[in-house]
Nanobody, 121 residues
C-alpha cells in the first residue's frame, strides 16, 4: 500500500507565498517522476510542475518563474514553492508520483487527496 499525503495549503493574499509538501509512504521500491497538478473550480485538472528522479523539471507556462518544484529522495518527498501568488492560482493542488512498489516490476501512478490553495485579491 502506498500513500501520498499533501500539506501546506491555505489562504494567502495575492503576492504572497506558500510551500506545499507531499510525502510518499508505504512499500516503496523506487520513485520515478513526481509532480503537482491542480484543479480550479469549474475547470479541468492541469499540470503545474514535474520533476524526474534525476532532478529535471518542467512547468506550466502560467507558473514559470513563480513556482519551483524540488524533491528530497531520502524522504520520498516533493515540494512546490509558490511565490507571487495570483487569485487565478486558487485551486486544489494534487501531488502525484510514479512509484514502483516492492516485489513488482513496473511503476504505477499514485495520487494524493489534494490540498486547497486560496489566493485572495
Amino acid at each position: 500500500q502506498v500513500r501520498l499525503v499533501e500539506s501546506g495549503g491555505g489562504l494567502v493574499q495575492a503576492g504572497g507565498s506558500l510551500r506545499l509538501s507531499c510525502a510518499a509512504s508505504g512499500s516503496i521500491f523506487s520513485i520515478n517522476a513526481m509532480g503537482w497538478d491542480r484543479q480550479a473550480p469549474g475547470k479541468k485538472r492541469e499540470l503545474v510542475a514535474r520533476i524526474t528522479s534525476g532532478g529535471s523539471t518542467n512547468y506550466a507556462d502560467s507558473v514559470k518563474g513563480r513556482f519551483t518544484i524540488s524533491r528530497d529522495n531520502a524522504k520520498n518527498t516533493v515540494y512546490l514553492q509558490m511565490n507571487s501568488l495570483k487569485p487565478e492560482d486558487t485551486a486544489v493542488y494534487f501531488c502525484n508520483a510514479d512509484i514502483r512498489v516492492v516485489d513488482t516490476v513496473w511503476g504505477m501512478d499514485y495520487w494524493g487527496k489534494g490540498t486547497l490553495v486560496t489566493v485572495s485579491s
